[in-house]
């Protein structure tokens, strides 16, 4: 069965330095993708960062990337130049393929010291 | 409209009444998700749809949950009989393209608390 495990649920940065969030995953398939969304508090979840499995290159957006190693099934998210906003949940989440679904880990809550 | 909508985004159901819940997907999304999310955890897929039809229901923990998109846009979830156990956020997402390799458009959720 695919699952998501994040094993930090909690982290804190201070501003404008860099954190990292772990989350490795198990799967059997070979083509995927593999998601971080984030939960800001009391507002909705949206999606930071996506990556595709067959690229090599590590996908980024602006002050975020990833670090992903297919082989050892991990997907790291880098924050850099944390900023207050960045504070939230965050959720590493894996898309089966076929079964239409999401699984997401149990998530990092993560605490932006000024 | 400009994102997912659900409503109410707050119910207080007494234990063993029915409550339904609604989400308003963004405008011509063909998919629509349901998740369950429990205080401190990840979300949990409950059910899927593409337009009208159900395609993926294996989510949905009892009988007492029921789900329908009846025109392929609005969706409601409906919880028989609540118990304690229902007590979560219940989130709707949607997505432009079939398939959960697209990315899904959250809605703020409603949060269900059952006495």
């Known amino acids: 069965a695919q699952t998501v495990t994040q094993s930090q649920p909690e982290m804190s940065v201070q501003e404008a330095e860099t954190v990292t969030l772990s989350c490795t995953y198990d799967t059997s398939e070979s083509d995927y993708y593999l998601f971080w969304y984030k939960q800001p508090p009391s507002r909705q979840m949206i999606l930071v960062i996506r990556?595709?499995?067959?690229?090599?290159q590590n996908a980024t957006e602006n002050r975020f990337s990833v670090n992903f190693q297919k082989a050892a099934k991990s997907f790291s998210l880098k924050i850099s130049d944390s900023q207050l906003g960045d504070a939230a949940m965050y959720f590493c989440a894996y898309p089966i393929q076929g079964a239409q679904k999401l699984v997401f880990g149990q998530g990092t809550r993560l605490t932006i010291n000024p | 409209g400009a994102g997912v909508s659900q409503s109410p985004r707050y119910k207080v159901a007494k234990r063993g009444q029915d409550v339904a819940l609604r989400c308003d997907p963004i405008?011509?999304?063909?998919?629509l998700f349901w998740y369950q999310q429990a205080l401190g955890q990840g979300p949990e897929f409950l059910t899927y749809f593409q337009n009208e039809a159900q395609l993926d229901k294996s989510g949905l923990p009892s009988d007492r949950f029921f789900a329908e998109r009846p025109e392929g846009s609005v969706s409601t979830l409906k919880i028989q009989r609540t118990q304690q156990e229902d007590s979560a956020v219940y989130l709707c997402?949607?997505?432009?393209?079939?398939?959960?390799?697209?990315?899904?458009?959250f809605g703020p959720g409603t949060r269900l608390t059952v006495l």
């Open positions: 997402a949607s997505s432009s393209r079939q398939g959960a390799r697209n990315e899904q458009f």
């Open positions: 405008s011509g999304h063909v998919s």
């Open positions: 990556q595709e499995a067959y690229k090599q």
